[in-house]
């Protein structure tokens, strides 16, 4: 394989990622990868109450609560608890409001109705 090179401003790491605070377009997705799958229930405010199921990595303390963090295009939904795992990334397209875990459209995936948004200067809000 040759050799190749990627700009630092094409990469996301860890520390680039912001809490959205406000505005989160979607309603809820179910996320489906393997034999995990999970349904996310969202607020417009990022948090969200998640329900698992299947895989051998279950928190069996479902449903919990988990949040939504943004570096760019991306996104990390994190279980709100210390060191709590992120329960899956996705890529966003803001144009569409629609998530793409694995590359592909979100299973299912429901948004909250443009009039809950209408006082919103960005979508989503996020942290400073």
Not at 54 to 60: A, D, F, L, R, S
Not at 83 to 108: C, D, I, W
């Amino acid at each position: 394989m040759p050799d190749a090179w990627i700009r630092r401003r094409d990469v996301v790491i860890g520390g680039d990622y912001k809490k959205v605070v406000g505005c989160w377009p979607v309603k809820s997705v179910v996320y489906v990868g393997g034999d995990y799958a999970a349904e996310v229930t969202f607020k417009l405010d990022g948090s969200a109450s998640v329900k698992e199921w299947g895989g051998e990595q279950i928190n069996k303390q479902s449903p919990h609560q988990a949040h939504v963090y943004m570096a760019r295009n991306i996104v990390a939904i994190e279980a709100v608890k210390k060191s709590g795992p992120v329960l899956f990334t996705s890529g966003y397209r803001p144009a569409e409001r629609q998530l793409y875990p694995e590359g592909v459209p979100a299973e299912k995936q429901e948004l909250f109705p443009d009039a809950m948004l209408k006082d919103c200067e960005s979508v989503p809000v996020l942290a400073k």
